[in-house]
T-cell receptor, first 114, second 113 residues
Framework: DSGVTQTPKHLITATGQRVTLRCSPRSGDLSVYWYQQSLDQGLQFLIQYYNGEERAKGNILERFSAQQFPDLHSELNLSSLELGDSALYFC?????????????FGPGTRLLVL | GENVEQHPSTLSVQEGDSAVIKCTYSDSASNYFPWYKQELGKGPQLIIDIRSNVGEKKDQRIAVTLNKTAKHFSLHITETQPEDSAVYFCAAKGRTGGFKTIFGAGTRLFVKA
């Protein structure tokens, strides 16, 4: 158990809908990362937050947004969902946001868009 | 943009044999190289990492080597066991490009008992 929690574990929804994925980092970790894992794209970095501020941005679609709250939990919002958004979404956390910080991954949220 | 290539995509070894997974990266500014193991239904777990000022690092049966000139790094698992069966990902990260971690496509390792 990495200490990172993600809810929900599974999510089934329809195209065009909006969902929110939640992540609680390990106790004491200030930085949160979001990743998308699909069969054809592998693990793709979406976005990183450090102590409430956006730190780095990857291949995150405009339909997706995220934020980190004062209590350091983070939410990833996915809107206007398409079939291709079906994937595993992982959250990871690290103590600080430096380039060589160990990232601890949560168990993931499996999203299925029908 | 930055890219990490990983080979092979699938690797099958006999229990007790060694397994080697290789990665190359494109961004010469990358200076941190973690390796993750992902078991079925779980998130990736860091198993070893290496920084650019080190050429080799070992932790029990696992070792990683880094050749910065060739932009190449490898994972070596010795005396493989069935519980080593999983998907392994290499990754590269550096200050250039805003601290993004770029992952390889993964290697599915099967260890046959």
């Amino acid at each position: 158990d990495s200490g990172v929690t993600q809810t929900p574990k599974h999510l089934i929804t329809a195209t065009g809908q909006r969902v929110t994925l939640r992540c609680s980092p390990r106790s004491g970790d200030l930085s949160v990362y979001w990743y998308q894992q699909s069969l054809d794209q592998g693990l793709q970095f979406l976005i990183q937050y450090y102590n409430g501020e956006e730190r780095a941005k990857g291949n995150i679609l405009e339909r997706f947004s995220a934020q980190q709250f004062p209590d350091l939990h983070s939410e990833l919002n996915l809107s206007s969902l398409e079939l291709g958004d079906s994937a595993l979404y992982f959250c990871a956390s690290s103590v600080v946001g430096g380039f060589d910080q160990t990232q601890y991954f949560g168990p993931g949220t499996r999203l299925l868009v029908l | 943009g930055e890219n990490v290539e990983q080979h092979p995509s699938t690797l099958s070894v006999q229990e007790g044999d060694s397994a080697v997974i290789k990665c190359t990266y494109s961004d010469s500014a990358s200076n941190y190289f973690p390796w993750y193991k992902q078991e079925l239904g779980k998130g990736p777990q860091l198993i070893i990492d290496i920084r650019s000022n080190v050429g080799e690092k070992k932790d029990q049966r696992i070792a990683v080597t880094l050749n910065k000139t060739a932009k190449h790094f490898s994972l070596h698992i010795t005396e493989t066991q069935p519980e080593d069966s999983a998907v392994y990902f290499c990754a590269a990260k550096g200050r250039t490009g805003g601290f993004k971690t770029i992952f390889g496509a993964g290697t599915r390792l099967f260890v046959k008992a």
